[in-house]
């Protein structure tokens, strides 16, 4: 599984918002040292109010323009759950729906790491920096814009080109790889839309505007969802199979899913006109500022590449999984999905909050800063995914009996699939963490850090995760997967951790494991209580949809309960922030 929806911050290099202090000590959150009393004269009251007022407006604003994204990424993650869902129903968890998350494997990397935040966070840091410039950067982003296009349509076109090498490599069965690479025509071209969407995305945050590119993928995915009733409406087999599949449903599956991203990238160009861009093909590469954007995009392509390789083995083991019998790629995206809906309604919100902030601090060198905004980052983003984390591990089976359960998707791959989100569950925070690292240092410009450290991070995925295939029946290959995955984010935190306190120095631990560690108790207790519900109704009522549905909603709700009065109890001062930003928002926006 790769990384990979997404409030205006004004956040840009002229942001007249007030930042933190950089003089707070290394070991203290802005609004902790706002607080200290040792402070006596007139002049120190005064900097300190005026330390704790935008110690206030720093932590509130990432919170609350964090939450308004985070509402529009659960929409749009709703949405894709929803798309999942339908086409399982449609395709089922077999051949069919093994070769089309197969044929989709390249698109959905690529949309993981560019739209969830690879190439928006190299574009970011220089789209802010050029908005110093005299037209306040339009002919640094035309000149970035049109060799991006190139470079997208290049690369799309030898992906087209190479489709059969690709699936060859993955699919065994004749059969099956013909399916496979039929299907990869058809979908690879999702990869230069992808690319466009991230491209646009980029240029309206540096420029203050979060809506459209937050809510654009959810026209993707209903115009997906749409596909798919246009499939089962064609004349075919209601459980097609690689031999019966029509010409037609072949089309209409493909051209419809592609043409889902194109919307997607197509929604983002009114958005454009209206904050004043103008497009404009300019091909005068030559100057020293834009040197940097390849040097950055270089590394950044190297670390695209090392997880490619790493997709493409995974993505294979899954598959020799499901030809031997067990679950295979279409269990694996299910289990995914889940996995990318926790992590992309918070930390990508989050991570896109905090990146431009990131980037006007470190492009003062105000490293401080940097370090403050991490370390709230990856609290905050603690907050939610650290009881979601307890959630999916107490409630994965009965959620995938409620969700995917329907149709062709049958009773014996929900229950595989639940076991899935048993294990991906526990790379749900190491890999926030990682990510949290990887766009700090985007943000100051440093792309070759995390481009090397995750060439042992994939080796040690790849490592485990064949091992595993090698030791495990094909019933639970899946399962190994994603448990070699979340070891894979595990370490890269560790090592990405090094790296960054090697460059910042504090990252402020203390205060980072005070509140996870008080998190962990929070969420052990939500968890083992809502584990306790969730099977006395499955035990009362049986494995079936009935006993799935009721178990989720009862074990859910005294899970989240539980979760709010251990959180209160134990005084973790985030939970508490959270819900006040959410609460308030909501209530403003219902004029209370």
Not at 82 to 102: E, H, M, N
Not at 374 to 400: N, Q
Not at 523 to 543: D, H, M, N, P, Q
Request: aromatic letters at 8%; glycine letters at 8%; one cysteine or more.
């Amino acid at each position: 599984m790769t990384p990979v929806d997404h409030v205006k911050l004004g956040t840009v290099a002229t942001d007249s918002k007030p930042r933190p202090d950089p003089t707070v000590g290394d070991d203290e959150m802005p609004e902790v040292a706002a607080q200290r009393t040792d402070v006596h004269s007139p002049e120190e009251l005064a900097s300190a109010a005026t330390q704790a007022a935008r110690a206030t407006s720093w932590s509130s604003g990432i919170a609350r323009h964090s939450s308004v994204m985070a509402l529009g990424s659960l929409v749009s993650r709703v949405t894709g759950f929803a798309r999942t869902a339908i086409l399982g129903a449609v395709l089922g968890a077999f051949a069919v729906g093994d070769s089309y998350q197969v044929a989709n494997t390249l698109p959905n990397m690529v949309y993981e790491l560019l739209i969830g935040g690879v190439l928006a966070s190299v574009v970011v840091p220089l789209l802010v920096g050029a908005r110093r410039d005299a037209d306040g950067g339009e002919a640094y982003i035309q000149r970035l814009l049109t060799l991006a296009v190139l470079l997208l349509a290049a690369a799309t076109i030898i992906a087209v080109l190479a489709a059969p090498l690709i699936t060859s490599l993955v699919a065994t069965k004749t059969e099956d790889r013909h399916l496979v690479t039929l299907l990869a025509y058809l979908l690879i071209p999702e990869l230069f839309f992808y690319g466009i969407a991230a491209l646009f995305g980029a240029v309206l945050n540096t420029r203050g505007h979060f809506a459209a590119p937050t809510w654009a993928p959810i026209l993707n995915n209903l115009s997906i969802i749409v596909t798919a009733g246009i499939f089962v409406a064609l004349p075919g087999p209601a459980l097609p199979t690689p031999s019966t599949i029509t010409t037609d449903q072949l089309l209409v599956l493909g051209l419809g899913t592609t043409f889902g991203v194109a919307l997607q990238a197509a929604a983002l160009w009114p958005a454009l006109r209206r904050v004043g861009f103008r497009w404009r093909w300019r091909f005068d590469f030559g100057n020293s500022s834009f040197t940097e954007a390849g040097r950055l995009a270089g590394w950044m392509l190297c670390y695209v590449g090392v997880s490619q390789v790493s997709v493409f083995v995974v993505m294979a083991l899954a598959y020799r999984a499901g030809q031997a019998g067990g679950p295979g790629p279409a269990v694996y995206e299910a289990a995914s999905l889940m996995f990318m809906m926790a992590h992309g309604i918070i930390a990508v919100s989050i991570i896109t909050a905090l990146l431009p902030r990131m980037s006007a601090a470190a492009a003062e060198n105000k490293t401080k800063d940097v370090a403050h905004q991490l370390s709230f980052g990856i609290r905050l983003s603690s907050v939610i995914l650290m009881p979601a984390t307890a959630a999916y591990m107490a409630l994965g089976v009965p959620l995938a009996i409620a969700a995917f359960q329907w149709g062709n998707f049958s009773s014996d791959r929900a229950q595989s699939t639940g076991l899935a989100i048993v294990a991906v569950a526990l790379g749900l925070v190491p890999f926030a963490v990682s990510q949290l690292q990887t766009f700090a240092f985007y943000a100051m410009r440093d792309t070759k850090t995390p481009a090397l450290i995750n060439i042992p991070v994939v080796v040690i995925r790849l490592f485990v995760d064949i091992v595993l295939f090698l030791s495990l029946p094909a019933h639970y290959v899946v399962i190994g997967l994603m448990i070699g995955n979340a070891v894979s984010y595990a370490v890269a935190a560790a090592l990405l951790t090094l790296a960054m306190r090697r460059r910042l120095g504090s990252l402020h631990f203390g205060r980072i494991f005070q509140t996870l560690a008080r998190l962990l108790l929070a969420s052990v207790i939500a968890g083992l209580i809502g584990w306790g519900l969730a099977f006395s109704c499955t035990e009362l009522l049986g494995g079936g949809k009935l006993g799935g549905v009721m178990a989720l909603g009862i074990g859910g709700s005294a899970l989240v309960i539980s979760f709010v009065a251990a959180s209160v109890f134990l005084r973790v001062q985030e939970v508490s922030q959270f819900v006040q930003t959410v609460t308030r928002k909501f209530a403003l926006r219902r004029g209370l």
